[in-house]
C-alpha cells in the first residue's frame, strides 16, 4: 500500500503512546523541476515530488521505507546520524554496506528508530542526494524531551545547480575547463523552493521554538542568523547538548542543529532571518558568492518590520581597558570591582551632579571614587576592552546602548594552568549588537559603541548580587552638550525633596571636591582574583 504523505503526517501528529511501524513508500524517479530559476533541470524525487516530504517519527517506531526504483541506475537510501548499532547493513551505502536496488526492483529499508533528534534520509549511490533525493528525519523523544519548548519549526537547506550532479562532475573532472566550472556556485533551498520564498515562519509572543536546522547541501555552508533574537544550541547532529547562546550558527554539509528561540513578549514588530550561503573555497564574487537568503519571522500579519543591523565595526577613537575582580576589602566584605573599584551610590544622583555642576563636570573626581566615572566626548568611538579573571562570567549590561561586540579572547594577565585559553576570534563584516555582553570566565571581550547619546549611563553586571557586590560604573556621556540640551522634570525633583536628597552639587551634595559626608572609599585587604 503507498501511504500518501500528507496522511501519514496527520497520523504522526496525534500523541504516539504505542511504538509503532510505519510505511513509508517511496517510489524514487526524475522530477523535472525549475527550483531556482535556471530552467528546468531534472532532479530526483520520490512518487513524482521534489521536495521530497520529511519523515517525523518517534524513538521507538519502527520506518519501514520501501524504496521502488524508476531510474535507469540503481539507487539506495542512507538514514544520515542513525548509528544502525546491530543493523549495519541497513545503512544504504552503495558498495559498502550493501548493492544498490536495480532499476525497477524494490527494497524496504528497516529502521528501528532509537535516537531522538534531527536526521536526513538521502540517496547513497551516484551522489544522488545532490539531485534532490534527500528529506528530514525528525525523531522525536518518547514522552518528556530533556528540551523543553512550545514547538518546532523545521529548515532544510540544499544548494541547487543548473545541471545535474553528474553534468556538474564531469565538468569539474574536466581538465579543458576553467576551475571552478562555470555555473559552479549553487543557489540555496530552503525547505526546498529558493530561500527567498520559503514561507514565513509564524512566532506567538512568549513562546519557545526549537528550530530544526538541517544542512542537506552537496557543497555549500549555510549561516543562520535570526537578527534581533538568541539562540541556544541544543542538539548537535542528534546529541542535546549545553546550551550556548549563539547569534547565528554555521552548518556545513549534513550537519544538523536544533536551536532554541524565545519568541518576544510582544507581536508589535515582525523579524527577519539571515540564510548566508558560501563556501570558503569559492571567491567572492558579487551576487553569486555569497548568497543571501532572507525569509519572515512573522508575529502578526501587517507589523512592521524590525530592520536589521547593517552597521559595520566602527572605527576605535578611544579604547578603555576593565579588568572585572573580587576582593575583601577593608569593610570585611567580598566585593567586586573594574579595576579596583567597586561601587556604590552616590549621595546625589549622578545625572544631577552632571547637569549641576557646570564646567567642573567635567572632571571625573566630582562624582566620587566609587562612582567610577569616565567621562566620554560627544561622538567618540569607545571600545571597552573587558578582561575577566575570573572563574564566574559576567553579563554586562550598558544603559543607553547597544555595543557592538568586535572580539572575544583569553584575558590578560593570565589563564590558570588548568584552563584552556579560548583563541581570538574577531567579529569582522557586521558584528552583533546588542545591549548586554557575557564576559564568560578567563576570557576578554571587546565591544564598541558611539558616544551620541549624551547621559549619564551604568555599566553594570546583570546578576544583581554582582551589582550589589559593586560591579559598576558610570559613563558621564558628553556632559556639556547634555547640560544644554536637557532639564530634569520637577517632579522629579520633587521625588528628591521628599526624601532630603540633594539634586545639586558633587557626588556628596557639595561644592567643588568637597566630599563631607559621603562614606569613605573602602580599600582591598585581600585580593581574590
Ligand atoms: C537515464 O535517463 C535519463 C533521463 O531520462 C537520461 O538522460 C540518461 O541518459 C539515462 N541514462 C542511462 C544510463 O540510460
Ligand atoms: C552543509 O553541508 C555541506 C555538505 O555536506 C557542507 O559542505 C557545508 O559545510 C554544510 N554547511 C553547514 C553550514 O554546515
Ligand atoms: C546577513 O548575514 C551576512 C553574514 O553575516 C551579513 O553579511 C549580511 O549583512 C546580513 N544581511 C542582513 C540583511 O541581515
Ligand atoms: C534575497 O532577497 C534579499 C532581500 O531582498 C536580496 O538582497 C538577495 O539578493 C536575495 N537573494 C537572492 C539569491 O536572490
Ligand atoms: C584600568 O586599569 C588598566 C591597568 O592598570 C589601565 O590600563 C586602564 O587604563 C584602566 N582603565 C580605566 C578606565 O581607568
Ligand atoms: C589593582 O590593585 C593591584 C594591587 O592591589 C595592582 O597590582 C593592580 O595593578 C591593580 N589593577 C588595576 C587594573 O588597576
Ligand atoms: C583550576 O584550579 C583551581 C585551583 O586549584 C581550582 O579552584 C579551579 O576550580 C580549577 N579550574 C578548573 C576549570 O578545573
Ligand atoms: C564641605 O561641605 C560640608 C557639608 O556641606 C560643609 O559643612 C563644609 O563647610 C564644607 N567644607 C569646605 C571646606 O567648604
Redesign the pocket.
Known amino acids: 500500500m503507498w501511504i500518501s504523505v500528507p496522511v501519514l503526517l496527520l497520523l504522526l501528529q496525534t500523541p504516539a503512546v504505542l511504538s509503532k511501524r510505519v510505511i513509508v513508500s517511496w517510489d524514487v524517479g526524475y522530477v523535472d523541476i525549475d527550483r531556482a530559476g535556471y530552467g528546468i533541470v531534472r532532479g530526483i524525487g520520490a512518487n513524482g515530488v521534489l521536495p521530497i516530504p520529511p519523515v517525523i517519527l518517534t524513538v521507538g517506531d519502527t520506518l519501514a521505507l520501501t524504496v521502488h526504483n524508476s531510474l535507469n541506475l540503481t539507487t539506495s537510501i542512507h538514514a544520515h546520524g542513525l548509528f544502525q548499532r546491530g543493523t549495519s547493513y541497513m545503512d544504504g551505502a552503495t558498495m559498502i554496506t550493501q548493492c544498490g536496488i536495480p532499476p525497477g526492483s524494490q527494497f524496504t529499508y528497516e529502521y528501528e528508530l532509537k535516537q531522538a533528534g534531527t536526521f536526513w534520509l538521502h540517496g547513497h549511490d551516484h551522489h544522488q542526494n545532490s539531485d534532490g533525493l534527500c528529506t528530514p528525519l525528525v525523531v522525536h523523544d518518547r514522552g518528556q524531551s530533556p528540551v523543553a519548548y512550545d514547538e518546532e519549526v523545521l529548515l532544510s ?1 540544499e544548494d541547487w545547480y543548473s545541471e545535474t550532479f553528474a553534468e556538474r562532475a564531469r565538468l569539474t573532472l574536466d581538465p579543458t575547463k576553467p576551475f571552478p566550472p562555470p555555473h559552479g556556485i549553487g543557489f540555496g533551498l530552503i525547505n526546498g523552493v529558493n530561500g527567498n520564498l520559503t514561507k514565513p515562519i509564524n512566532f506567538q509572543p512568549g513562546r519557545m521554538y526549537r528550530l530544526r536546522l538541517v ?1 542537506m ?7 543562520f542568523s535570526l537578527p534581533g533574537h538568541t539562540m541556544r544550541v541544543v542538539e548537535i547532529d542528534g546529541e542535546y547538548t549545553e546550551p550556548p547562546e549563539v547569534y547565528g550558527v ?6 544538523r542543529y536544533s536551536v532554541l528561540v524565545t519568541a518576544h513578549s510582544t507581536n508589535s514588530f515582525n523579524y527577519r532571518y539571515n540564510v548566508t550561503m558560501y ?1 570558503s573555497f569559492i571567491p567572492a564574487e558579487p551576487g553569486l558568492s555569497p548568497r543571501i537568503f532572507i525569509g519572515d519571522i512573522i508575529y502578526q500579519q501587517g507589523a512592521p518590520f524590525i530592520q536589521a543591523n547593517q552597521e559595520p565595526a566602527l572605527p576605535v577613537d578611544r579604547s578603555l581597558e576593565l579588568t572585572i575582580g573580587r576582593s575583601v576589602y577593608s569593610t570585611g566584605q567580598n566585593l567586586d570591582h573594574f579595576n579596583n573599584t567597586t561601587y556604590a551610590f552616590p549621595l546625589t544622583p549622578t545625572l544631577y551632579t552632571t547637569l549641576s555642576m557646570g564646567d567642573m563636570a567635567m572632571d571625573e573626581r566630582v562624582y566620587g571614587p566609587q562612582a567610577h566615572a569616565i567621562v566620554l566626548k560627544h561622538n567618540e568611538v569607545i571600545e571597552l576592552v573587558i578582561h575577566n579573571p575570573e572563574s564566574l562570567l559576567h553579563p554586562l549590561h550598558l544603559h543607553g546602548h547597544a555595543f557592538q561586540i568586535t572580539e572575544y579572547g583569553p584575558t590578560k594577565p593570565f589563564v590558570p594552568n588548568n584552563v584552556t585559553a579560548v583563541p581570538v576570534v574577531k567579529n569582522s563584516g557586521v558584528p552583533a549588537k546588542r545591549d548586554t555582553v557575557v564576559v564568560p570566565s578567563y576570557q576578554c571581550v571587546k565591544v564598541r559603541f558611539r558616544a551620541d547619546n549624551p547621559g549619564v549611563w551604568m555599566l553594570h553586571c546583570h546578576m544583581d548580587i554582582h551589582f550589589v557586590m559593586g560591579l559598576a560604573l558610570t559613563f558621564i556621556e558628553a556632559p556639556g552638550v547634555l547640560q544644554k540640551t536637557q532639564k530634569v522634570p520637577p517632579e522629579m525633583l520633587e521625588l528628591c525633596a521628599k526624601q532630603g536628597i540633594k539634586t545639586t552639587g558633587n557626588a556628596a551634595g557639595n561644592q567643588g571636591l568637597n566630599f563631607t559626608g559621603l562614606p569613605p572609599m573602602p580599600t582591598i585587604v585581600l585580593r581574590k582574583a
Not at 547541501?217 to 549561516?223: D, E, L, V
Open positions: 537547506f544542512n547541501s552537496a557543497t555549500m555552508w549555510f549561516q554555521d552548518i556545513a554539509p549534513a550537519q563556501a
